[in-house]
């Protein structure tokens, strides 16, 4: 493999037909999959190292050691009014892989409405049935055999899976002591197994995959699995610790064409150029903080920051839709070894590390995998849903924007939606609940998936009369629980909170619980003021909801992908890139990663940003080989 990859001279030296702006999950997918053309030539530019060595990434059970560390860019939100003007903190990764490499390798796919509702806003070819064959080809997975599958309920539909991507994916050899109760639990609640859970319809109680390789059993991410096998190419170079500061526009007969990129290395600043696209594959964040400084986006906010307009759409960093969470604790059995303590205790740690050095297996291979994806109707009557609905959706009529209407469409569909996901697990995931010596807990975890709180990222205004550059940390405000159909994001996690306790109060799961200790109960019941003591556990949960909802790390949407004019028609609909990922208004440049997704999807991110980008390699090819290689930058 190239050591250090290239250096920044060597980088500069060569001819590029396509410069890619980001090493991470989408930006190695699409750079392997393009230098397959030997007549081809890729730069990719990434901001952070390169990690191959780095444990606290490869070894799964050490999920979210990297968090805060020196691989994460550490940005944080404004304070937020919805959550008692808190502020959060946002992983993102900066490190070769991006955060495909700080993940908790949870490996699962949306409802097939989801990205039907992409095609529905005018992508065409976006749908389920247009990205099923890129989901499969970026995926390799691994088959549990049938004891396995027994003991662990760790089903698949061959069907809807690839065997031969180079993204791995497996069940987990080890489990958390709770998931050995976590399907019969959901049983006696009346909720079944969802058998194929990848075919459309997550809805149901289900084991999770994770992005593991099984013949070492560490984490398999985008450069391990993209870029790694394919270092040795001549025509794809790497330079890590590259950060950049804007992509190159020139005007050539009346239009704006993308030419480079100007970038920091080594505190030297450079330009590197390219005969063909730039691919900006930044991620939710840092996309359309790139678009800004380069000076498209909104006039108002790019004039604040002292940067040239150059492309007028106001949609650039708007549209932001994260997945909220909350993060229920309870103390369980004493006896029962969590991840938790084996972190807190070296010699715990030590014997873990090395059972899993000699054998890969043990508690080092243990992720979270215990899920169930539920509509709102299994626990709230429709009749009050749709009361709900009709009071605090008013803003969501025949009027709105199409990405409005879905929103209410989803939140009253006929058809069972996985709206709110319970994950469990032993050991304590809250930010905001100290542990207590000699105390074991475990967490439930409750996810928001389709919010109708919509936020934005957008570069700041200048400081001290100085422009603002790629130095200034972007203002992310993600509008928790705020704006139209916020308060009804509030009450909806707030319900959910009441069936997660359920939940974890019914057999068999219950047997290892001892008690709720995040938020505290409410007093024990007295039975002559019953329905005061109900409603004293729902202010619990209300006030607690507001005090501790934090980012599940699911950004989308910021650079929205869609048809329609960008600057003077229905700016509620208007969008960043077409459906073929060029940015509107300039020739030669493309947007790749999760920062397109119009719309929020029921799962975690990372398969479908993977699909993303194999689906956008592919466009890319295909207009390369068609002779078009800018497109006509204006959406058609």
Not at 123 to 137: A, I
Request: hydrophobic residues 35%; aromatic residues 10%.
């Amino acid at each position: 493999m190239k050591s250090s990859f290239s250096k920044v001279e060597t980088f500069l030296d060569h001819r590029f037909t396509h410069l890619i702006i980001g090493g991470g999950t989408a930006g190695l997918v699409v750079a392997a999959r393009i230098s397959e053309n030997p007549d081809l030539t890729v730069g990719v530019l990434e901001a952070g190292p390169a990690a191959f060595d780095e444990r606290r990434i490869n070894v799964p059970g050490r999920f979210g050691e990297s968090l805060g560390s020196e691989y994460d860019w550490k940005f944080e939100t404004v304070a937020q009014s919805g959550v008692n003007g808190r502020t959060s903190p946002w992983a993102r990764g900066r490190v070769l892989g991006g955060s495909s490499a700080l993940n908790f390798m949870t490996w699962n796919r949306g409802n097939r409405e989801d990205y039907d509702a992409w095609e529905e806003l005018g992508n065409e070819g976006w749908g389920w049935d247009g990205l099923l064959p890129f989901f499969k080809k970026s995926e390799h997975l691994h088959r549990s055999d049938a004891d396995h599958q027994i003991r662990h309920q760790s089903h698949f539909d061959a069907e809807f899976h690839g065997t031969n991507g180079p993204l791995q994916t497996v069940y987990s050899l080890e489990y958390g002591a709770s998931h050995q109760y976590w399907h019969a639990t959901f049983h006696n609640l009346g909720v079944d197994t969802n058998r194929s859970h990848f075919s459309g319809s997550n809805v149901g109680v289900w084991t999770s995959l994770g992005s593991v390789d099984p013949a070492t059993r560490e984490r398999s991410y985008s450069a391990t699995a993209y870029y790694r096998p394919h270092a040795d190419r001549a025509n794809l170079v790497l330079l890590t610790e590259a950060f950049v500061r804007e992509v190159v526009l020139q005007r050539v007969e009346g239009e704006w064409v993308a030419k480079g990129a100007r970038f920091v290395h080594g505190n030297e600043e450079y330009v590197v150029h390219t005969e063909g696209e730039v691919i900006i594959c930044a991620g939710s964040v840092q996309s359309p903080q790139l678009l800004e400084l380069s000076g498209i986006g909104n006039p108002r906010v790019l004039q604040a920051a002292g940067i040239d307009v150059k492309v007028d759409n106001p949609n650039v960093g708007e549209n932001l839709q994260d997945h909220l969470m909350t993060a229920m604790v309870y103390e369980i059995n004493s006896e029962i070894m969590t991840n938790e303590a084996v972190r807190a205790d070296p010699l715990l740690a030590d014997a873990a590390d090395a059972t899993y050095a000699t054998s890969q297996s043990g508690i080092r291979t243990a992720i979270p995998s215990s899920v169930a994806y539920l509509p709102f109707s299994h626990f709230i009557p429709t009749s009050d849903l749709s009361a709900l609905a009709s009071t605090l959706l008013k803003d969501h009529t025949a009027s709105s924007s199409l990405r409005q209407r879905i929103l209410a469409q989803r939140f009253l569909s006929e058809r069972p939606l996985g709206q709110i996901e319970f994950n469990f697990d032993v050991s304590n995931y809250s930010p905001y609940f100290a542990s207590l010596p000699g105390k074991r807990y475990a967490t439930m975890m409750m996810m928001l998936q389709y919010p109708f709180s919509k936020g934005s990222v957008h570069i700041p205004p200048m400081k001290d009369g100085q422009v603002t550059t790629s130095d200034d940390k972007p203002v992310i405000d993600p509008q928790y629980y705020g704006g139209p159909g916020g308060q009804l994001d509030f009450l909806m996690m707030v319900a959910s909170q009441k069936l997660a306790h359920k939940i974890c109060s019914t057999k068999p799961l219950s047997d290892i619980i001892l008690s709720r200790v995040f938020p505290p109960p409410a007093p024990a019941p007295n039975p002559h003021h019953q329905d005061r003591e109900k409603n004293e556990e729902d202010e619990v949960f209300a006030t607690w909801v507001r005090d501790t909802t934090v980012t599940d790390w699911h950004p989308v949407g910021t650079c929205a992908m869609g048809r329609g004019a960008h600057t003077h028609t229905d700016i509620n609909d208007g969008f960043v890139v077409d459906g073929r990922l060029r940015v509107y208004g300039v020739h030669g440049l493309r947007v790749v990663d999760a920062s397109v997704m119009p719309l929020q999807i029921s799962a975690h991110l990372q398969a479908t940003v993977y699909a993303i980008a194999e689906k956008g390699a592919s466009m890319i090819l295909e207009d390369w080989g068609g002779k078009n290689v800018s497109g006509d930058g204006k959406g058609g």
